[in-house]
């Protein structure tokens, strides 16, 4: 038998499902049962009736999952540290502090971050539902964490006012404007599709900025054949499958956390049940409270 027979049965056996983020490596979102972006899988593990959920991504997203559903195992088969950036960047005592000097701010946190962050937050959210967080949620000022970038992105769309938290994504925040400009010289004045953890100076010079669903969504149904991307790599799997006839041109934009889910570990950890998330149970039942309003006030 081989290693993708031997993955079906196993999923099969013991009722998994196997979740992978758009920045896996392409062996992993080909094996995977659903590929999407943060706010995407959130949304099926917490919906799906699987016993097992094997995440393929960082460390919060299998976390997210397990506060979601903390009656399913969730797997997480990583070689050593996956984490964001982002989960050490705010803390909870950073965080409080800031709600001390803006006491009647709401905070909202990237999903992009601790799960002992989202149990002293009032609502998660991802960058493709962020802005419709800010408007729905019932506080005229915002405390945003840990996210600057994303941060300064919404308040350039809501009048509410926005105090953004000094945090940053290290692949999207180190792209400049000359990474850019090479991208052009060498390909021509082409679109430019630009993830809203970019800094501003790329933002203003993109095209379209959106989430990793919505950069997927723009390119696919753009009529050009050729796009410059300023995400993380891994999304060009996916946009090769859907558009093979386009070609698509990155700054170097490598997440290498992402990158530490293997087809061999995921075996690995179905066949034992190991790499397991074990939580907290009073951080699994406060850090679900944001969780929640992510979904509520995103509509989801
Ligand atoms: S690309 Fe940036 S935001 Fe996304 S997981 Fe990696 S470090 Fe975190």
Redesign the pocket.
Known sequence: MNQLEKLKKLKKEKNAIILAHY?QNADVQDVADYVGDSYYLSEVGRDSDADIIVYCG?KFMAESAKILSPKKKVLFPVHGDAT???EHQATPGLVLEMKKNHPNAKVITYI?SSSEVKAVSDACCTSSSALKIVENIDAAEIIFVPDQNLASYVAEQTDKKIIPFDGQ????HKVTLENIKKLIEEHGDIEILAHP?CQKEIRDVSTYVGSTAGILNYAKTSPNKELIVVT?KGIHHQLKKDSPEKSFYFPYMV?S??KRVFIESIIDALEDEKCEVIMDEELIKKAKVSLLNMHKYAGG
């Open positions: 920045y960082v964001c950036c982002m992009n994504c290290n692949v999207h953890e993380e997440c956390p992402m």
